[in-house]
């Protein structure tokens, strides 16, 4: 049901509501577009949430695969004084 709904998403100002998510997270628009045109190749798309040991365990995981692309986005933390 999940992926009948993304595969139907509208696209609004130029990327689909998936993009929209990602740009929640804090995910730069031109990685946006290039997971968007692999997703629709028919690649997956895997988001990994953690401390960052354990982001950078998955990393080493999914590179010892024969996954094409692990990409790691940091995501800004805020501090509040």
Do not use: C, M, W
Not at 27 to 54: D, M, R, W
Not at 65 to 73: F, Q
Request: charged share 15%; no cysteine; hydrophobic share 50%.
């Amino acid at each position: 049901v999940i992926v009948s709904a993304l595969e139907g998403a509208a696209v609004v100002g130029g990327i689909s509501a998936l993009g929209g998510a990602l740009a929640s997270i804090g995910i730069p628009v031109n990685s946006i577009v290039e997971y968007e045109a692999e997703l629709k190749a028919g690649n997956f798309l895997l988001i990994v949430h953690g401390t960052e040991e354990e982001v950078e365990r998955a990393k080493q995981h999914l590179d010892a695969t024969t996954s094409t692309v692990a990409t790691l986005h940091a995501i800004p933390v805020s501090i509040s004084a």
